[in-house]
Nanobody, 128 residues
Framework: EVQLVESGGALVQAGGSLRLSCAYS????????IGWFRQAPGKEREGVCE????????YYSDSVKGRFTISSDNAKNTVYLEMNSLKPEDTAVYYC?????????????????????WGQGTQVTVSS
């Protein structure tokens, strides 16, 4: 059974940092891409970033580029999202998700319809 469990969400002041974790099980990372999404109150869920197991490439949305970093620790079956210079508009429930990729795929803009498995989400609140 595939499972993804997010943790690390918290209340933080603007300008601060936070690291989210996504512990996965039930699949081998070298066959999947893992992405982070977020959903703010009253808004649609949006893709934040993705990492590909094929070549460790990453992709970031413009709204987080230069501030967020996605990385993986295969030994711990965990993907991380390091978030720096946080802004109030980063406030949202953050989800990690996974989808199968072919051997030649690199990371790309995370699109919901591609993702097969989702975590339950973790709340990030940035106060001004």
């Amino acid at each position: 059974e595939v499972q993804l469990v997010e943790s690390g969400g918290a209340l933080v002041q603007a300008g601060g940092s936070l690291r989210l974790s996504c512990a996965y099980s039930g699949f081998a990372f070298d066959e999947y891409a893992i992405g982070w999404f977020r959903q703010a109150p009253g808004k649609e869920r949006e893709g934040v970033c993705e990492i590909s197991s094929n070549d460790d490439t990453t992709y970031y949305s413009d709204s987080v580029k230069g501030r967020f970093t996605i990385s993986s620790d295969n030994a711990k079956n965990t993907v991380y999202l390091e978030m720096n210079s946080l802004k109030p508009e980063d406030t949202a429930v953050y989800y990690c998700a996974a989808h199968y990729i072919s051997l030649i795929e690199s990371a790309t803009m995370p699109l919901e319809y591609r993702y097969d498995y989702w975590g339950q989400g973790t709340q990030v609140t940035v106060s001004s």
